[in-house]
């Protein structure tokens, strides 16, 4: 295996360069914007160049890995490393003007989730994790919470570009558990609320019909800091729930119930 103490260094370095990029040109006036699969889905000139900055990095210190990009094409070779990058996560928001959006960059070596880190340029924040040695917030370790109620819980959740077609929307589940805590919240990143949960300020987390860019590295922050994180569905999609093991088991019992 490669150094991950080394590695994890890189991708920290090529996080912040992306995430300058996006950070220098925050509220451009002519920002170039485009659709994706649907109107809704959008992609702008920085995610292009944030992925640029991050795939040039990869490319010089590790050419033989296979790379897995929301903005580009995948082609599978017979490398045990893959990288997992949404150079952007958060498009909307950045395209809108709200400061909540992220870099997402993680490893798997066979399979396994072994590097992952979350950067929000506006914040300022680095969070990293590697696998066996915790995981951290601008070098300072992180813990999930230890709520255990919904009721004291703040957590997460958010609604997929095919919601107008998609057989589960997710609203039935945000109508069943809004009463239910103390408050939920629609951050519009994944990468972002999976670090929110690891570091406690998020209790929990759950949504569907997400990519594997979207929650790969938040997927190691979580467990690192001492979290759970489960696909509640499976499938060509990834469907999660993500918190200590009790506001996980609430959280999946109320959407059980949604659906029975």
Same mark, same amino acid.
């Given at each position: ?42 992609? &702008? ?31 599978? &070779? ?6 997992? /990058? ?13 400061? /909540? ?160």
């Amino acid at each position: 295996m490669i150094d991950l103490n080394e590695a994890i260094n890189l991708v920290k370095e090529w996080a912040y360069r992306a995430g300058k990029a996006q950070k220098d040109n925050y509220e451009k006036k002519d920002l170039k914007i485009s659709t994706k699969s649907s109107k809704i889905d959008l992609v &702008t000139e920085i995610d292009d160049l944030s992925e640029k900055i991050i795939l040039e990095g990869i490319k010089k210190e590790y050419p033989d890995h296979d790379i897995l990009s929301e903005e580009s094409d995948f082609k599978k &070779t017979d490398s045990d490393y893959l990288w997992i /990058i949404d150079p952007l996560d958060g498009t909307t928001n950045y395209a809108q003007g709200l400061p /909540i959006f992220a870099v997402s960059i993680a490893l798997e070596f066979r399979g396994e989730i072994v590097l992952g880190v979350v950067y929000n340029p506006i914040l300022d924040e680095m969070f990293s994790a590697v696998e066996g040695k915790g995981a951290y917030l601008n070098d300072e370790k992180i813990k999930i919470g230890n709520k255990d109620k919904l009721i004291e819980s703040v957590i997460a959740t958010g609604f997929a570009y095919d919601r107008a077609s998609s057989e589960n929307s997710n609203i039935g589940n945000l109508s069943r558990i809004l009463p239910k805590v103390r408050g939920i919240r629609r951050m519009g990143a994944a990468a972002y609320d999976l670090a929110s949960v690891a570091c406690g300020r998020l209790d929990g987390y759950w949504e569907f019909n997400l990519s594997v860019w979207d929650v790969a590295a938040g997927i190691l922050l979580i467990r690192e800091a001492g979290g759970k994180v489960i696909d509640i569905e499976g499938g060509e999609n990834v469907s999660v729930i993500a918190g200590n093991e009790n506001i996980i088991k609430l959280i999946n019992d109320e959407i059980k119930s949604c659906y029975r």
